[in-house]
T-cell receptor
C-alpha cells in the first residue's frame, strides 16, 4: 500500500465550479500536510500548509484535514481557467525527518 | 528573483557521461532537499542537506549518485555514468533553519535531464 494515495484524474470542470481534490494516507504518524500546485514544466508551488485537523482557508482555497480518517482535501471555490494545473498533496512525518511524501498528483482542467 | 534557482533548466547527456545539477536555495535558507519526478509520477525524495553535511540520503540510489552542499556556492547533485532510466525532472527545495524542521519547503523549477 502506498503511503499517500491520490486520484490522478484528469478532472475537468466548468469555470466557476467548486473543485474538491483528495488524498488518503496510511501512516497516522504523519503530522504536517501540504498542497502544492504545479503548472506544466514548472516546479511545485506551495498553496496550503496545515498541521491540525480541521479547516484552513486562504482566499478561494480551503484545506481540510481529518486525522481520524487519514484524509485530506483541498477545495477551490469559483474555479478559474488559471487554476488548471496538477495538484499535489504532500505529507511530512514527525520531528526528526524532513522528507516529504507526495501523492502522484491530480490533473485539473477548468474549462472557460 | 529571490526563489530557489536551479540550473541548467534542461540537460542532455549520452549514456555513460556525468550530469551535474545545481541548486541555489532561497535567501536565508540553509536546508536543501533534492527530489526526482518521473513522468506521470509524484515527486520522490532523494536527499536532505545542510551546509557541508548530508543529513538524510535515504532516497538516494547507492551507486552513481552523490550530493553536496559546500560552505560556499550552490548544492550539487551529481550523477555518474548516466543511464536511460535517469531521465527525469530533478527538483530542489529549500527551507529556513528555524521552526524545528516544520518549515514548508519551497521548490525551484527543476532540471529536466534527458539521456540519449
Amino acid at each position: 500500500q502506498k503511503e499517500v494515495e491520490q486520484d490522478p484524474g484528469p478532472l475537468s470542470v466548468p469555470e466557476g465550479a467548486i473543485v474538491s481534490l483528495n488524498c488518503t494516507y496510511s501512516n497516522s504518524a504523519f503530522q504536517y500536510f501540504m498542497w502544492y500546485r504545479q503548472y506544466s514544466r514548472k516546479g511545485p508551488e506551495l498553496l496550503m500548509y496545515t498541521y491540525s485537523s480541521g479547516n484552513k482557508e486562504d482566499g478561494r482555497f480551503t484545506a481540510q484535514v481529518d486525522k481520524s480518517s487519514k484524509y485530506i482535501s483541498l477545495f477551490i471555490r469559483d474555479s478559474q481557467p488559471s487554476d488548471s494545473a496538477t495538484y499535489l498533496c504532500a505529507i511530512k512525518p514527525p520531528e526528526g525527518r524532513r522528507a516529504l511524501t507526495f501523492g502522484s498528483g491530480t490533473r485539473l482542467q477548468v474549462q472557460p | 528573483n529571490a526563489g530557489v534557482m536551479q540550473n541548467p533548466r534542461h540537460l542532455v547527456r549520452r549514456r555513460g557521461q556525468e550530469a551535474r545539477l545545481r541548486c541555489s536555495p532561497m535567501k536565508g535558507h540553509s536546508h536543501v532537499y533534492w527530489y526526482r519526478q518521473l513522468p506521470e509520477e509524484g515527486l520522490k525524495f532523494m536527499v536532505y542537506l545542510q551546509k557541508e553535511n548530508i543529513i538524510d540520503e535515504s532516497g538516494m540510489p547507492k551507486e552513481r549518485f552523490s550530493a553536496e552542499f559546500p560552505k560556499e556556492g550552490p548544492s550539487i547533485l551529481r550523477i555518474q555514468q548516466v543511464v536511460r532510466g535517469d531521465s527525469a525532472a530533478y527538483f530542489c527545495a529549500s527551507s529556513p533553519p528555524a521552526g524545528g524542521g516544520n518549515q514548508p519547503q519551497h521548490f525551484g523549477d527543476g532540471t529536466r535531464l534527458s539521456i540519449l
